[in-house]
């Protein structure tokens, strides 16, 4: 009760409300910040895995000693093994698109076949134009939503394809040009592979690269991705063939590696300004002791004792730490739940994209908050506060109420 009576602002004390109110306001944006950037890196690094895991492999398997041309029977064997979901034959390589409008851009050439390619989720369920069926009942290609809008082009125009691995001719290597049916439009939402992907059937790509009959590596789905090694025995010896094994976590250790580091130098460094608002706490409670030496006294006076006033000031600083906290987490769960509706209106107020997909990967803002996170960063908070509020509570607990009332 002291401790409330203390804080409530008077008139004559205004100076110490306002450092007050802005210790609250200082506490409040460090955690929402906190809890926003988390969740934000978090959300980043969830949709990343899941773009690329939807559409690469977890196991990959590529030929030891000669080529793969027995694929189909290897794919059916492998997706056998328990906790395979699906064993993936594929045909790569790099060419140069073109459409009816740009000089042309950069593309990969994915040869899957037919009925694989609808089992392909991350793509399958996202096609924007076209149809999956008539992608799979041609022999055109399905290109990202990206691509298209680059290459201007829609479902039933022609893209062109060159491949630098062309003819031998008399005259040297002559580059391989093919134009394509545009079938089908997808987007995954991640820029990368909305703008540089081709998906042609497995046939088709054979014949374009002279592959026929041959695939570059298989690629296996598993039930469990964050658990690959469980499974590479198995799949080793249902295989029957000699083949050199790696998974996705050695592809992509690197990356993933950096927005782990990334993610806890922004906990840091966005710590450091929940310890600046604690530093608010100490130089408001240091000016409450001031203005409220009489009262201090008058209590010691009346029997309270050393221990009560450190109390008091103590509840008081925590108090205005846990005020901050509550409303700073309220505040960064609210921006968290609407994040992608503020993107909308700040794409709207500036007239551009704030997040721009071709630099940040994906196309909107992700979050994706953590209890146990979220949680840290309450009880930095509080612990910040509760140590903040210590050392003015000890000099208001020293205090002489003689000294204090010497003078009155």
Request: aromatic share 6%.
């Amino acid at each position: 009760m002291v401790a409330w009576r203390f804080l409530k602002p008077r008139k004559q004390e205004r100076m110490v409300s306002i450092v007050t109110v802005i210790s609250l306001l200082g506490v409040m944006l460090g955690v929402a910040a906190l809890i926003i950037v988390m969740a934000v890196m978090n959300g980043f690094r969830a949709e990343l895995l899941d773009r690329i895991l939807g559409l690469n492999g977890h196991i990959i398997l590529q030929a030891s000693d000669t080529p793969l041309n027995d694929y189909d029977a290897v794919a059916k064997k492998l997706e056998e093994v328990h906790g395979v979901q699906m064993a993936l034959p594929l045909l790569e390589g790099q060419t140069l698109a073109s459409g009816n409008v740009g000089a042309g851009t950069g593309a990969l050439v994915r040869g899957v076949r037919k009925q694989d390619f609808a089992r392909l989720e991350s793509v399958a369920t996202n096609i924007k134009e076209g149809s999956l069926e008539k992608y799979e009942e041609g022999n055109g290609v399905a290109i990202g939503i990206r691509m298209a809008q680059n290459l201007g082009l829609l479902v039933g125009d022609k893209l062109t394809v060159v491949s630098p691995e062309g003819d031998v001719t008399p005259f040297g290597t002559t580059p391989r040009v093919k134009s394509y049916t545009v079938e089908a439009i997808f987007e995954m939402g991640m820029s990368e592979y909305d703008t540089s992907i081709v998906f042609m059937h497995l046939e088709e790509a054979q014949l374009y690269f002279n592959q026929e009959g041959v695939v570059q590596v298989i690629e296996v789905f598993v039930d469990d991705p964050d658990n690959v090694d469980l499974y590479k025995t198995d799949i080793i010896a249902a295989a029957e063939r000699p083949l050199v094994i790696s998974d996705w976590q050695q592809r992509n250790s690197a990356f993933f590696s950096a927005l782990v580091i990334e993610r806890n130098a922004m906990f840091l460094i966005l710590s450091i300004v929940v310890i600046v608002a604690s530093l608010n706490i100490i130089s408001s409670l240091i000016m409450l002791v001031k203005e409220k030496g009489r009262g201090i006294a008058i209590l010691r006076t009346m029997g309270a004792s050393q221990n009560a006033i450190l109390r008091i000031f103590i509840m008081a600083g925590t108090g205005v730490g846990l005020a901050g906290t509550a409303a700073g987490v309220l505040l960064g769960v609210l921006i968290c739940l609407n994040i992608r509706g503020i993107q909308r209106v700040m794409n709207w107020i500036s007239g551009t994209d704030v997040w721009d997909p071709t630099v940040r990967f994906l196309s909107e803002i992700p979050a994706q908050m953590d209890f146990v996170e979220t949680m840290s960063v309450i009880v930095l908070a509080l612990v910040l506060s509760f140590l903040a509020a210590i050392l003015p509570a000890w000099r208001a607990a020293k205090l002489d109420p003689v000294e204090a009332l010497r003078y009155e």
